[in-house]
């Protein structure tokens, strides 16, 4: 969701977020209630199939779950050891399904369009003091803010391994902590100079 | 025009800015300065980002105390580092985002992005992720973020000391085609050669207020 929206003119492009939120929702739920692995198999085949008609390369569609193949490594060997191969292929197919899924919703749809849906769906839950322009302030700050914060830690890091300080989790963890206060800090200032008023 | 009148400033018991008198008008400002020695503090008075512990800042008769909206409509504020000043994943996002605080329109929000993007040919980076710029992108998006929002007067805080010799010269030439009232705090002596007056403060005090030609040299005898 950082930098995955693809440009693009197909027709999951052009749904609108909320329709396509709503299916992910589902399509998600549908998958946990059921335990078969043939359909998991047909879903994930489905998926891809999604892919196509949005017109993302398959290898976009591999590099979304390919940082957690460690993850899917680790489910498949303890419920193969635990439950048995079925099971376990039946979890990780699953797990990638899902993963897929979600990243083809934010990969045809804006990180505005989307929160600008949240934002509406939210303004339901106003009476109970859910504050809806709040929390997309706040979603497209943790998306904005991710990668910038993982480059700090980069450097920090780096700066730290010339010190031969990399192994210890103090000596990242303070100017980490302290550089990211100093950064929100300065957000924020930015934030209210281009007129935002919670 | 912007009014300070008797202005001083402190953080908890310690003093950054004394009782200060100016009047800004000229199109183009420089506040120059060593570190430490205000001129930030300063900047960030004139859109309301800080209040004066004494004494007034007025923008068009606006007050920065109590109609900090008015003021922020009017003066737009560059930060030093553009990743803290770009909010949204997306250029286009962030680009909208004053305007949508301004309670501008769809269309006219549509319209200005497309102009600003235009007007420094950054059209193939409408839906580029803002975190993967380069450093003189970002900055251009960071100044773009504030000139869509059309300001009388932009405010920048050492907009260029990040950067390199190359985005410093294009930076520079977007700022001096501004049509807006700059104000301009730097360390960068060059690109204020041919401002309209040059503001010296010096341990929260002005020291000097002139033209370059007189101001410059001030300074640099200040730090010899």
Not at chain 1, 145 to 169: C, D, H, M, N, Y
Not at chain 2, 143 to 169: C, H, W
Request: charged share 20%; with cysteine; aromatic share 6%.
């Amino acid at each position: 969701m950082l930098d995955l929206y693809t440009p693009g003119t197909s027709m999951l492009h052009r749904m609108s977020p909320g329709p396509k939120m709503a299916a992910l929702a589902i399509a998600a739920t549908a998958l946990f209630l059921q335990e078969s692995l043939l359909v998991t198999a047909l879903a994930v085949v489905a998926i891809l199939a999604l892919y196509r008609v949005a017109n993302i390369p398959m290898k976009t569609a591999l590099a979304q779950i390919r940082p957690l193949m460690w993850i899917f490594v680790i489910f498949f060997a303890v419920q193969w050891y635990f439950s048995g191969l079925t099971l376990a292929a039946y979890v990780v197919l699953r797990l990638a399904a899902l993963i897929l899924l979600a990243s083809l919703v934010t990969l045809t749809t804006r990180a505005s369009d989307m929160i600008d849906s949240m934002t509406r769906a939210l303004r339901l839950f106003k009476p109970i003091g859910v504050n809806p322009d709040k929390v997309s302030l706040a979603i497209s700050l943790a998306l904005r803010f991710i990668p910038v914060l993982g480059r700090i830690a980069t450097e920090v890091r780096e700066a730290q391994k010339t010190r031969g300080l990399e192994r210890s989790i103090i000596a990242v963890a303070m100017p980490l902590a302290i550089r990211a206060i100093k950064m929100a800090d300065d957000v924020s200032d930015a934030i209210e100079s281009r007129g935002y008023r919670s | 025009m912007i009014d300070l009148k008797n202005v001083s400033l402190s953080f908890g018991d310690h003093p950054v800015l004394h009782n200060i008198s100016l009047s800004l008008s000229e199109r183009r400002i420089a506040v120059i300065g060593a570190n430490g020695s205000g001129k930030s503090s300063f900047a960030r008075l004139l859109n309301g980002l800080a209040l004066p512990t004494s004494g007034t800042v007025s923008v068009d008769g606006f007050d920065t105390k109590k109609q900090g909206k008015d003021v922020r409509g009017r003066v737009g504020f560059v930060f030093q580092n553009p990743d803290n000043q770009i909010v949204f994943p997306v250029v286009e996002e962030d680009l909208a985002f004053g305007m949508k605080n301004l309670g501008l329109d769809k269309a006219t929000i549509a319209t200005r992005t497309t102009e600003i993007l235009e007007r420094y040919d950054m059209q193939h980076l409408r839906e580029h992720p803002a975190h993967l710029l380069s450093g003189g992108q970002k900055q251009l998006l960071a100044i773009s973020g504030v000139l869509v929002m059309a300001p009388a007067y932009v405010v920048l805080d050492e907009p260029t000391t990040l950067l390199d010799l190359r985005n410093k010269r294009r930076i520079a030439r977007v700022l001096n085609a501004l049509d807006q009232t700059i104000i301009h705090v730097t360390h960068d002596l060059d690109q204020i050669a041919d401002y309209d007056r040059v503001i010296v403060i010096d341990e929260g005090r002005v020291a000097c207020d002139a033209t370059p030609a007189k101001a410059i040299p001030f300074y640099q005898e200040l730090m010899a």
